[in-house]
């Protein structure tokens, strides 16, 4: 009876909704969704401000089925292809070359999911928001689509619109809701974003002159052979435009002012995947594009990747304000990824592409709790802040994990992140590795003493009457914190018990692997045979 | 359909004419003025677009209607239509006036888009920039005055330059100038009058640091009147650049260093002049020079995608540079003048906040995409160097940009009883909202909507080239 109802209806009939999570335009709706919503939000009437909840909700809740619609794609993501997925592609300009080419390998997925999970934390984050709300949730939509936008394009053109209009959202959220120092905060960010946007405009002029002028999509224009001298110019400027996102030292001037000033949703933004997409953009632009360039610089990268961690050890050990001290032990995520990058090894490079994701949950989670501490305890001042424990438990929580989650302690996401970093780049850069681990060395050092002062010290009669977090500042640093354990403790999914089979989750590290042979193929040492 | 050519020439010129008729009569009610003259102008652009695919020549070869012409005239028409519309025309001292001299400013460029001689490019300009002077006037004699001695200074240069050009050549007719000057090649008569010609077009155009007139007269002159200055006159000098750098495409030597040189000076300066001032209307202007520094890059290349480029960013600054003063009403006096425009009147502070980034050349609007075409063009002609001034020019332009947004959505009203005193807030009508509704719709489309658009702008590259 089977074999007869089999034959008589050969191909399935069409279910209404089915297959459209492998629809092509996937990636197109994270973009594009914030961007109409945001226009939606700022065209309809708000008298006095009467639907501020409302446009809250709205914000929250396009987060939520981006998410949504994102983590389904995510569960269909096919992680034994190396190819692009969800890939779409229309001529945009053809007569320069310009094509709107989206698409996500594991590394761009894994990305995505950071990008709307960080979305949904940065809505809560601004829970509190009170001024000027429709303006500010539009803003923050806006940002929120450069960044998807950023991650999935597949077109150096599309990068670079989505890359530089970034800038303008987070400026003016800056500028408008941030705390006294806004003003000063703003024009940096623009100032170093806008020294990135320049470099990667002339990297993508430098390899589009050179690979003959005919197209602006990576498959042509990353692919071409490009002379040496074409490589490293181009490898050049695409370094100073991912450090001044991630940031690198010397190109991170707008960090303590940024992190500090910028209102709590905007920080978690930036530190959660605005800036992870300078690690991105070396990964797609250099390592996986220019092999020889990549090869040339590694030094230069891994020597930037350590100072940076030192010197944003040293400089949170001399904070006299937690929010800065934050603001610093933001940057070591960055410069770890970098190490990995700077390494050339299949297994730094999925290390860094893991370390992308971890660092920028641990680098938002230390930025959120520092903010939400500071501003709970009603001072900066770590000469004031002390022996908070036992007034504020749950931040006091929230604040360690996120200290060893930087550190990466095992049952964190971060520990398989940067053991494979390390395992994979003591081989091939001995002095940047130490060098970085000396940095940790640091880091771990600032962290205990001002984990120790702040939270652990004897407490000051005299500071200011301090709060737990509400259950709201719970709930999404919470989510910060859960994305951490759940990777750290499930980082191939969990699996149906007694079975191979995985659950809601494919797990990430399989995810993220897709794509990662691909990039590290050049760099692939053969084997020694056994005649050797 | 060859017949119908001319006919948005006609209707602009007659709906000109009749305006200035109309607004001598008394007693009668004009509020349907603004509506009719938008009308029409997009009525003359909806033509154009039917029967302007038409290529044909009028006058022996005088007029010539071919790519670059439906383009030019389309670009022009559009931006009049959205000046017209989103002018709060209580700021204007005479608005009928205001209305024709706009039209008549629009004829000015289609004559220079269809000119097949050099009679026909000095015409256009002329009739341009006395649109611009007489509008000027209304308000500031003084300043209309320094206008016309300026634009005296230019026409000077340019007359001088085309009757060397003939002598050395023997042609006044473009095809043959371009033919003789293949032949010719960069000789030194041939390169000293294409700099003065080139001169006298930047004087127009307003390319820094030649801006010294532009701008105090742009910031004195009506809405409409800084409009026509900053944009639609600055268009019709570009547009004579266009065609004069394609006829001379031949020798390239003879006006591409030259252009490449005023063109970085003017992209830098424009852009760190515009993040100096504070006055929305004269940072507006300085974008537009820094803007206009990027079309003459796009020309220096003499390459055919430079000029596609070049002629595309040219109608994404005609609608912004035309329309942007004529939306920003009475902000001349200052920036507070726009404080908590966002909040009062969001229609036309998304329009200026806009006009603003496109001219700066934020993503994704239609100045980004324009260049972006220039850049592209910039790196296969290897002129990295360039390009990397241009980059700086454009970076301090979006800073200048945000300082304006900032105003915008971010700072609160001032006091009724402040605004009173200078900053009064445009008058709110339903043309004005539906024409700023337009103007961000089309800044936004021609970028985000560029290929056909990027088709016809390099199909008129070509008929320019042919």
Redesign the interface.
């Known amino acids: 009876m089977l074999a007869a109802i089999a034959a008589a209806t050969p191909t399935p009939a069409g279910v209404p909704g089915a297959g459209i999570f492998t629809s092509p335009l996937i990636l197109s709706l994270t973009i594009w969704v914030p961007v109409v919503v945001a226009i939606v939000m700022?065209?309809v009437p708000n008298p006095r401000g009467r639907y501020d909840t409302l446009m809250k909700q709205i914000a929250f809740f396009t987060n939520l089925g981006i998410f949504f619609v994102l983590f389904i794609a995510y569960h269909l993501f096919e992680t034994f292809l190396p190819t692009l997925q969800y890939e779409e592609k229309l001529?945009?300009?053809?007569?320069?070359?310009v094509t709107y080419h989206l698409g996500v390998d594991g590394p761009g997925m894994t990305m995505m999911m950071l990008s709307c999970l960080i979305g949904i934390v940065s809505v809560l984050a601004s829970w509190g928001v009170r001024e000027?709300v429709r303006?500010y949730f539009t803003l923050l939509l806006l940002t929120q689509a450069t960044v998807n936008g950023a991650i999935a394009s597949h077109d150096m053109?599309v990068l670079?619109?989505?890359w530089?209009?970034a800038?303008?959202p987070v400026?003016?959220l800056i500028?408008?809701w941030g705390g006294p120092g806004r003003e000063a905060a703003?024009?940096r960010l623009?100032?170093y974003w806008?020294?990135g946007?320049?470099a990667l405009?002339?990297a993508t002029?430098?390899v589009?002159?050179a690979s003959g002028?005919t197209s602006?999509d990576m498959d042509v224009v990353l692919k071409a052979a490009l002379t040496p001298r074409v490589q490293l110019a181009a490898g050049l400027a695409l370094m100073v435009a991912a450090a001044t996102r991630l940031p690198l030292f010397p190109f991170h001037g707008w960090v303590r002012d940024v992190y500090s000033e910028a209102p709590l949703g905007v920080s978690v933004v930036i530190a959660g995947t605005a800036s992870r997409l300078g690690g991105y953009l070396l990964l797609r632009g250099l390592v996986a594009a220019d092999a020889d360039a990549s090869r040339l610089l590694s030094p230069l990268l891994a020597a930037l990747a350590a100072v940076t961690i030192i010197y944003a050890a040293v400089v949170a050990l001399r904070s006299v304000d937690l929010r800065w001290a934050a603001a610093h032990l933001a940057m070591v995520p960055g410069g770890i990824t970098v190490l990995g990058l700077a390494a050339l090894t299949p297994l730094s490079i999925a290390g860094s592409v893991l370390s992308m994701f971890t660092g920028g949950l641990v680098a938002a989670l230390i930025v959120a709790a520092a903010w939400v501490v500071t501003d709970r305890a009603q001072t900066r001042s770590l000469s004031v802040l002390s022996g908070l424990a036992p007034r504020m438990p749950i931040l006091t929580w929230l604040l360690v994990l996120g200290a060893l989650g930087l550190l990466g302690v095992p049952l964190l996401a971060s520990f398989p992140a940067e053991t494979m970093i390390f395992f994979g780049s003591f081989k091939t850069q001995p002095i940047g590795s130490f060098a970085v681990a000396a940095g940790l060395v640091l880091t771990a050092i600032a962290l205990a003493v001002v984990a120790h002062r702040v939270l652990f010290g004897q407490p000051n009669h005299d500071a200011p009457a301090v709060s737990d977090a509400s259950l709201g500042e719970t709930w999404y640093l919470g989510l910060l914190a859960g994305g951490l354990l759940w990777v750290g403790l499930f980082p191939s999914g969990p699996k149906l018990p007694g079975t191979d089979l995985p659950l809601f989750d494919p797990g990430l590290v399989n995810v993220m692997s897709a794509g990662i042979t691909d990039i590290a193929s050049p760099y692939v040492q053969p084997a020694p045979t056994a005649a050797q | 359909m060859r017949n119908f050519v001319l006919v948005p020439e006609v209707m602009v010129v007659a709906g000109a004419l009749a305006l200035l008729v109309a607004g001598r009569t008394r007693g009668r009610s004009r509020w349907w003025f603004p509506g009719a003259a938008a009308g029409l102008a997009l009525a003359a652009l909806v033509v154009e677009l039917w029967v302007g695919a038409t290529l044909a020549t009028f006058f022996g070869g005088a007029l010539v209607q071919d790519r670059f012409a439906l383009f030019a005239k389309a670009a022009v028409l559009l931006a009049a239509a959205l000046a017209i519309a989103v002018t709060d025309w209580t700021e204007e001292n005479a608005p009928a006036v205001g209305m024709a001299m706009i039209l008549l400013g629009a004829f000015g460029v289609m004559v220079i888009a269809s000119a097949g001689d050099f009679v026909g490019l000095w015409a256009g300009l002329e009739v341009a920039a006395a649109a611009g002077v007489v509008l000027v006037s209304l308000r500031r004699s003084d300043l209309a005055l320094r206008l016309l001695v300026a634009g005296g200074v230019a026409s000077g240069l340019l007359l001088i330059g085309l009757a060397f050009i003939y002598a050395t050549t023997g042609a006044a007719d473009l095809q043959a100038v371009r033919h003789a000057a293949a032949t010719t090649g960069a000789t030194l008569p041939f390169g000293i009058p294409v700099l003065l010609l080139l001169g006298g077009l930047a004087v127009r155009a307003g390319l820094p640091p030649l801006q010294f007139v532009r701008v105090p007269i742009g910031l004195g002159a009506s809405p409409l009147g800084a409009g026509i200055v900053i944009g639609l006159v600055a268009a019709a000098a570009l547009t004579v650049a266009v065609k004069v750098t394609a006829l001379l495409s031949p020798v390239p030597a003879a006006f591409s260093p030259y252009l490449m040189v005023a063109a970085a000076v003017a992209m830098v300066v424009g852009g760190a002049a515009a993040l100096a001032t504070r006055s929305p209307r004269a940072r507006l202007a300085y974008l537009a020079a820094g803007q206009v520094g990027w079309i003459a890059a796009g020309l220096a290349t003499h390459y055919r995608s430079g000029l596609g480029a070049s002629v595309f960013l040219l109608g994404a600054f005609a609608i912004a540079a035309t329309a942007g003063p004529a939306v920003m009403a009475g902000a001349d006096i200052g920036e507070f003048a726009l404080a908590g425009m966002g909040l009062l009147r969001p229609a036309r502070a998304a329009a200026i906040a806009l006009v603003f980034l496109s001219l700066a050349g934020a993503p994704p609007l239609a100045g980004f995409f324009g260049e972006f075409a220039v850049a592209a063009s910039l790196a296969q002609s290897g002129a990295m160097w360039l390009l990397a001034l241009g980059v700086l020019g454009a970076v301090m332009s979006v800073g200048a940009a945000i300082g304006t947004l900032r105003a915008i959505y971010l700072q609160n009203p001032p006091d009724e009883s402040r605004r009173v005193a200078g900053a009064r807030l445009p008058v709110l009508t339903r043309l004005s909202t539906y024409g700023a509704i337009a103007l961000c719709v089309a800044i936004a489309g021609y970028g985000i909507f560029a290929n056909p658009i990027v088709s016809l702008a390099d199909q008129a590259s070509e008929a320019l080239l042919r």
Do not use: C, D, E, K
């Not at chain 1, 001529?91 to 070359?97: A, F, N, R, V």
């Open positions: 700022n065209t001529p945009w300009l053809p007569s320069i070359g000027r303006s053109f670079l619109l989505f530089g209009a800038t303008i400026a003016l500028l408008g703003a024009w623009v100032g806008s020294i946007t320049a405009l002339v002029m430098t589009y002159g002028g602006f």
